[in-house]
């Protein structure tokens, strides 16, 4: 349903504002933009069309269905005490499935010098409070964000810029972008409006807390937990126009996310904060089981949307459930363990996997063994069957790595 019309405003400050998302605001005259796409905000939302749109510059598709991802981060903690942080801007489909990594060729890096260089010194500043990786990585967060989300924007092609804009615009349009809409998402503050804060041992039950959200903000957001500790949550929108500068849609979530019925618990933020730093991994989601993320093999490359090892680009995979029992999935379809080979697929009958925690990884493991195998190591476009156990000359354990 079209619940809520949100335009991006000029949010001044570092302050996250509390608007609700009920209110219309007027995107072409307060949106502080370095760009403009050009695009008329009037009219169909994404996925909402009847007749078949062209101009994908002004009309986001076939990613018409986009998440506003945030984190609840306890130990490690990220981010202030009384706020949630960024996760990311993802444009799934209409009917819920997805593409990541739509264009190598503007997997920019650097993004903090990217967005220094092109003026926008305040949106980098807030992002480094509130947008920040669990384990200090801050700058290879961004990057994969871009990377793997940012650049299957139909309305974010280069082709879609201004004339003359510099390198990387697009990317500096999508960063501003998220930081804007997540400014009027505080979801601490529609929480704590309602009487409902960070506590040890209080638990809520789904009811209590959607209800919460849905009564600031005028629609239900998907939640998420880790066991039974609330940590993420999803806010969806349609959009008229631009990335850039367009009209997002509040909507209901189409799902509710992992979290139980009941006995829920939001626990306050008790871990020590990681420190930035410039080298490193890509961001994991730590401890926790998180909603999206790849699979890496501990020796090279990672796993495919068909559940093959490779080394080519790496699928998204998306897991439901807690890190002690989940099922998982791709683009292609469930994944599963048949005969001790791993594949997904549509027709494949989804296994119950766990997550075991060692150090700073998160391995998958099949009735609690994290050993996988193959029969050669991948190279080139070459893809290799992932068997469970050791029996195969290739050995190697896999890590979850979030989105």
């Given at each position: 349903?079209?619940?809520?019309?949100?335009?991006?405003?000029?949010?001044?400050?570092?302050?996250?504002?509390?608007?609700?998302?009920?209110?219309?605001?007027?995107?072409?005259?307060?949106?502080?933009?370095?760009?403009?796409?050009?695009?008329?905000?009037?009219?169909?939302?994404?996925?909402?069309?009847?007749?078949?749109?062209?101009?994908?510059?002004?009309?986001?598709?076939?990613?018409?269905?986009?998440?506003?991802?945030?984190?609840?981060?306890?130990?490690?903690?990220?981010?202030?005490?009384?706020?949630?942080?960024?996760?990311?801007?993802?444009?799934?489909?209409?009917?819920?499935?997805?593409?990541?990594?739509?264009?190598?060729?503007?997997?920019?890096?650097?993004?903090?010098?990217?967005?220094?260089?092109?003026?926008?010194?305040?949106?980098?500043?807030?992002?480094?409070?509130?947008?920040?990786?669990?384990?200090?990585?801050?700058?290879?967060?961004?990057?994969?964000?871009?990377?793997?989300?940012?650049?299957?924007?139909?309305?974010?092609?280069?082709?879609?810029?201004?004339?003359?804009?510099?390198?990387?615009?697009?990317?500096?349009?999508?960063?501003?972008?998220?930081?804007?809409?997540?400014?009027?998402?505080?979801?601490?503050?529609?929480?704590?409006?309602?009487?409902?804060?960070?506590?040890?041992?209080?638990?809520?039950?789904?009811?209590?807390?959607?209800?919460?959200?849905?009564?600031?903000?005028?629609?239900?957001?998907?939640?998420?937990?880790?066991?039974?500790?609330?940590?993420?949550?999803?806010?969806?929108?349609?959009?008229?126009?631009?990335?850039?500068?367009?009209?997002?849609?509040?909507?209901?979530?189409?799902?509710?996310?992992?979290?139980?019925?009941?006995?829920?618990?939001?626990?306050?933020?008790?871990?020590?904060?990681?420190?930035?730093?410039?080298?490193?991994?890509?961001?994991?989601?730590?401890?926790?089981?998180?909603?999206?993320?790849?699979?890496?093999?501990?020796?090279?490359?990672?796993?495919?949307?068909?559940?093959?090892?490779?080394?080519?680009?790496?699928a998204t995979y998306t897991f439901s459930g807690t890190s002690s029992s989940f099922t998982m999935s791709t683009s292609k379809g469930s994944c599963g363990v048949s005969s001790g080979k791993l594949t997904c697929g549509s027709g494949v009958s989804a296994t119950t996997f766990s997550a075991v925690t060692s150090?700073?990884?998160?391995?998958?493991?099949?009735?609690?063994?994290?050993?996988?195998?193959?029969?050669?190591?991948?190279?080139?476009?070459?893809?290799?069957?992932?068997?469970?156990?050791?029996?195969?000359?290739?050995?190697?354990?896999?890590?979850?790595?979030?989105?």
């Open positions: 349903m079209l619940a809520a019309t949100l335009a991006l405003g000029a949010l001044a400050g570092s302050a996250i504002a509390t608007p609700s998302l009920t209110t219309p605001v007027d995107a072409m005259n307060l949106f502080s933009k370095r760009i403009s796409s050009g695009c008329s905000t009037s009219g169909a939302a994404s996925c909402h069309n009847t007749t078949k749109q062209t101009d994908l510059c002004c009309f986001e598709s076939p990613g018409g269905l986009l998440l506003q991802t945030q984190f609840w981060d306890t130990n490690p903690s990220t981010g202030p005490s009384n706020s949630w942080t960024i996760h990311g801007l993802w444009p799934d489909n209409c009917d819920g499935t997805f593409t990541e990594n739509c264009d190598s060729s503007r997997d920019y890096t650097d993004i903090a010098d990217l967005l220094t260089n092109q003026g926008a010194s305040d949106t980098l500043s807030f992002m480094k409070e509130f947008w920040v990786d669990i384990n200090g990585q801050n700058e290879q967060f961004w990057e994969h964000e871009w990377s793997t989300h940012g650049t299957c924007y139909s309305t974010l092609k280069t082709s879609c810029l201004p004339s003359g804009s510099p390198k990387g615009a697009e990317a500096v349009a999508f960063f501003q972008t998220v930081v804007k809409l997540f400014k009027t998402l505080p979801t601490y503050d529609f929480l704590a409006n309602a009487g409902i804060t960070p506590d040890s041992s209080k638990t809520y039950t789904l009811t209590t807390l959607t209800n919460a959200l849905k009564s600031a903000s005028g629609v239900t957001p998907a939640l998420n937990c880790d066991g039974s500790s609330l940590n993420a949550i999803e806010w969806y929108f349609n959009l008229k126009g631009s990335v850039i500068d367009g009209q997002f849609v509040a909507i209901d979530a189409p799902s509710k996310g992992s979290c139980g019925s009941s006995g829920i618990k939001y626990v306050p933020k008790s871990g020590g904060t990681s420190t930035t730093t410039s080298g490193g991994s890509s961001p994991t989601g730590g401890s926790g089981l998180p909603n999206k993320g790849t699979i890496h093999a501990s020796t090279t490359g990672g796993l495919l949307t068909g559940g093959t090892w490779s080394v080519q680009t790496l150090g700073s990884n998160l391995l998958l493991a099949v009735s609690g063994s994290t050993a996988f195998s193959s029969d050669a190591t991948p190279s080139g476009t070459a893809q290799e069957t992932v068997f469970t156990g050791n029996s195969h000359s290739k050995t190697y354990t896999l890590s979850i790595v979030s989105s």
